[in-house]
């Protein structure tokens, strides 16, 4: 498959297609999808914070923690859009729950 032209896979709607030029960050979405990561998801949100670029905007999808990790999302990132599913949607849920709130041209999905 080539990175120029027809990707053979429908454009979506609010989306750029796989052919588009470069572009920065300040217009990509990450979405990172958690369950009980409370001992992972500090370094993971320092991570995204601490790249040259900033992104638009960075949602996190909690798949109904119960190790406080939701909490302590809230009270520490507030920058950070946070999606409390209230069950266990799955990492593809998640991700599907987190990008359909994302506003961003580009989507990161982080795992």
Known sequence: MSNHG???SPELPGRA????PRHS???SSVVIVNYNGGEFIS???D????QSIAPLEVIVVDNNSTDGS???IASHYPEVTLL???SNLGFAGGCNLGVAAARGKWIVLLN
């Open 6 to 8: 027809d990707s053979g």
């Open 84 to 86: 409390r599913s209230g």
């Open 43 to 45: 370094g993971c949100l």
């Open 17 to 20: 297609s796989h052919g588009s």
């Open 70 to 72: 939701a909490e302590h």
């Open 25 to 27: 960050g300040h217009d």
């Open 47 to 50: 991570a995204v914070f601490a």
